[in-house]
């Protein structure tokens, strides 16, 4: 288990936790390359379901980066993406993934080292978990997503 | 399948040191889609630009992939690039390898790996791109400005001056606002009806300008460029054109009303003139207390003008007006002295409020400008002012600093000082904030010559004894308890939002701060625009300010308005929501999570709809569009599924 190496997926937004990471990279700040980032222009693009299917497809962790409380550029995308995720953690528990695999963080343009911190921090904290367990979906594949793509 | 063209960047050194860019083209050159792949050392510079120009021709590619640094920094110039080339900008993705790989890790294979995947993710959102083009709509070249205090009277004379029209709308019987009240302003002690009553005449006779007085909001539609107003006017009982204001009509009339001008210091009757060089020039009848519109209770007023300009029969009357932009002035009030039983306001006449002691002072006032106490006319011989009255104070009253009040304070010494000259001012102040220009001039002066008495502290309560306000106070200096006898009181008193500001919050549906006060775009950068397209703040709505701030942002906001009225299209970009009208069950669940109003719902087609100017494209309706029916251009479902599959793909 020592060489297991968790995959992220980052959703980070456009005006605060994107430009905080870019910051993390100009000031040369390390920090393990476990995640990989889909920017997005407010957290609370964010949906749900793309948590899901990425846990679905093996993602050991998911971060959500979104700008501070009284930040956001939309005004008030980051209460919707807060509420969301506080309920998802709930149905993740219930699905038998921990809740912690869900992460979900405020942190500005001018927060580079808290960006590099958290991504250190949340990778150990996902290694100590271990890998995610494998879930068998192969009974029943209509998740929404491929509902929609099948309607359309 | 698209011909996709990535062109992955060395940057120097700085991306080729850690990611092993041979590898990656490699790599990448079999992967689906990808009709080319090639290296450089500056792809931002001359010949790499021309590099991906000669790819895009010779090998026909229809979209790029550029592995670079942040997009922040280069996506423009290579969106360029392909633009040059015939593509369109949207066909370019920026795949940042640089600031979020490169330069914060360190092992070559581990950051070799992240950029491919970076790389990919680009790859599959690129593949379900389409070639967008900006949203544009039309401008209706006039201006509203929503409120007539100096703010107000500034932008729209700004912006009448550059040659378009604008609608003023003001809610009392004048324009002219709390400036109007003022007796002297600071620094200068320059007269403020000196300085204002030019600006109200010259908006009066502007050709440019429409002034409706007794006013009010009632609704606005649409968007940025495009809006639909409708202004209610009060019942006009005294025609404008008619009244030569002779005054004979308040001589007869039988009814007593505060003054609101006067601040309730002297009485008027219930038709009146607000003050002298009210503009517009006329009288107004005020309905709420009036006796009665019937001759038979009263109509004195009628019988008396000869003028024939009182008509009873006068209804409130909705005006609609087509406008391009907004300017909120509404401007401020005092915090409710009400609130401040401790301090005796109404019980004792002579604890007075800030604006009353400006009337007071002003040569225009209940008093003619002589130093007189409200309760028995008497000359005060000692002032107590008190500083921070409900402001600065987090636990029962207002928590913010009202920013004008040090100053008029020292002012109102200084007068009284100039009036009385035995007089005793006293102040009891928390700080002095003097920060504007020639401000810490004016408090030194005072301090050194005036014989102004300054103590540090709080009041905590005031009482009358015999014909002399008691004052309570703290010297938190010395830490002794203070008792100072008073003639009179003066309460420096905290700034609120205008007392209308919360009805009209609904009806322009923009953001205000936890006091009330509307909410700028950006707190430095973007100060007199309103996070709604369209709307822009000066003066004291925004927050707390003194006159030259207040002309200054009005200004800033016709400037910004003006920006916008001359251009003949307003432009957007088009990475916004759409609807599927097939999968839209018309649940209006996305209407709801919109902060700008953009999504709609049609009443014929029972589906939500988007406005392709008000939308900004945050996704929030996306993500909470229960059925797929709602979509971003260019970042669907589809794409963002696509990405996650591919960074989870195990190659």
Redesign the interface.
């Given at each position: 288990m020592n060489d297991f190496e968790p995959k992220i997926v980052c959703f980070l937004c456009k005006w605060c936790t994107y430009a905080g990471a870019d910051l993390a990279g100009t000031s040369r700040m390390k920090y393990p390359p476990n995640g990989v980032v889909i920017k997005t222009l407010c957290s609370s693009r964010v949906d749900p379901q793309y948590i899901l299917l990425a846990f679905k497809n093996g993602a050991d962790g998911v971060f959500i980066g979104g700008c501070h409380p009284g930040d956001c550029h939309y005004q008030t995308g980051n209460y919707k993406t807060q509420r969301r995720v506080i309920l998802l953690k709930k149905y993740l528990d219930q699905m038998g993934i921990n809740p912690v695999r869900l992460r979900m963080e405020w942190i500005s343009a001018s927060e580079g080292r808290k960006f590099a911190n958290t991504m250190k921090e949340f990778v150990e904290q996902i290694k100590s978990l271990g890998p995610i367990p494998k879930m068998n979906f192969t009974e029943n594949t209509s998740t929404a997503e491929s509902q929609r793509t099948q309607r359309k | 399948m698209k011909r996709i063209g990535v062109f992955v960047c060395h940057c120097g050194v700085n991306i080729k040191d850690t990611v092993d860019v041979e590898k990656l083209t490699e790599q990448l050159a079999d992967y689906p889609g990808v009709a080319h792949i090639e290296n450089y050392m500056f792809m931002c510079s001359d010949p790499g630009q021309n590099l991906i120009k000669d790819a895009i021709k010779k090998k026909n590619l229809d979209s790029v992939v550029v592995a670079a640094c942040?997009?922040?920094l280069h996506e423009s110039t290579f969106q360029g690039v392909i633009e040059e080339s015939g593509l369109n900008p949207y066909q370019c993705e920026i795949a940042?390898i640089?600031?979020?790989?490169s330069?914060?890790?360190?092992?070559i294979e581990?950051?070799t790996?992240?950029a491919n995947?970076?790389i990919k993710?680009a790859i599959e959102k690129l593949k379900l791109n389409e070639s967008l083009f900006p949203v544009s709509a039309p401008v209706t070249k006039k201006a509203l400005v929503i409120g007539a205090g100096i703010a107000g009277i500034q932008a729209a004379l700004d912006i009448a001056d550059a040659g378009y029209e604008v609608t003023v709308v003001e809610k009392k019987p004048s324009i002219g606002g709390h400036m109007i009240q003022l007796s002297e302003t600071f620094p200068t002690l320059d007269c403020s009806q000196c300085i204002l009553t030019p600006k109200m005449v010259q908006l009066s006779k502007h050709k440019n300008i429409k002034l409706y007085v007794n006013s009010e909001v009632e609704s606005v539609e649409g968007y940025i460029g495009n809006f639909k107003v409708k202004i209610k006017r009060k019942a006009q009982y005294v025609s404008p054109d008619k009244c030569n204001l002779c005054d004979d009509c308040t001589e007869v009339c039988p009814v007593l009303v505060p003054n609101e001008q006067e601040e309730g210091l002297a009485w008027r009757k219930a038709i009146y003139i607000p003050f002298p060089q009210a503009i517009p020039a006329t009288y107004t009848l005020d309905i709420e207390n009036c006796l009665g519109l019937e001759p038979i209770a009263c109509g004195k007023c009628r019988e008396k003008c000869t003028a024939d300009a009182i008509n009873y029969d006068a209804k409130p009357k909705i005006f609609e007006e087509e406008v391009g932009a907004i300017i909120v002035a509404t401007g401020y009030d005092l915090y409710p002295v009400e609130n401040m039983a401790e301090y005796g306001y109404g019980k004792y006449p002579d604890v007075v409020t800030s604006l009353q002691f400006e009337r007071i002072l002003s040569a225009t006032g209940p008093t003619g400008g002589e130093m007189r106490r409200p309760s028995d006319g008497k000359i005060p011989e000692e002032i107590v002012f008190v500083q921070c009255s409900g402001s600065r104070d987090p636990e029962r009253h207002l928590s913010y600093c009202s920013r004008i009040c040090c100053m008029y304070t020292l002012k109102h010494a200084k007068l009284y000082k100039h009036k009385v000259p035995d007089g005793q001012p006293y102040i009891f102040y928390i700080d002095i904030r003097s920060g504007g220009k020639r401000y810490e001039e004016f408090v030194q002066q005072a301090v050194s010559e005036e014989e102004i008495l300054y103590i540090r502290g709080k009041v905590a309560r005031i009482y009358k004894e015999g014909d002399k306000m008691i004052v309570h106070g703290m010297d938190t200096l010395s830490g002794k308890k203070i008792e100072l006898k008073a003639d009179m009181v003066v309460l420096a008193m905290g700034i609120v939002p205008s007392y209308g500001t919360a009805d009209l919050v609904k009806t322009l549906k923009l953001?205000t701060d936890e006091a009330g006060f509307f909410v700028e775009a950006h707190p430095k950068l973007r100060p007199v625009e309103s996070?709604q397209a369209g709307f822009y703040l000066a003066g004291a709505a925004q927050g707390p300010k003194d006159i030259p701030d207040a002309v200054s942002q009005a200004s800033g906001a016709a400037a910004k308005t003006l920006a916008l009225l001359s251009s003949d299209k307003i432009y957007h970009s088009p990475?916004i929501a759409t609807v599927?009208k097939d999968?839209c069950s018309g649940c209006r669940i996305c209407i709801g999570?919109c902060?700008y109003g953009a999504r709609e719902f049609d009443e014929t087609e029972k589906i939500a709809t988007v406005n392709d100017i008000l939308c900004?494209?945050?996704?929030?309706c996306?993500?909470?569009c229960p059925s797929?029916a709602s979509q971003?251009k260019n970042?669907t479902?589809?794409q963002?599924?696509n990405?996650?599959?591919a960074?989870?793909s195990?190659e």
């Open positions: - | 942040s997009p922040t940042n640089r600031e979020q790989c330069w914060v890790h360190t092992n581990e950051a790996r992240k995947l970076i993710t953001n996070l990475i599927d999968l999570t902060p900004e494209g945050c996704g929030a996306i993500s909470a797929g971003q970042l479902d589809k963002i599924s990405m996650i599959k960074i989870l195990t």
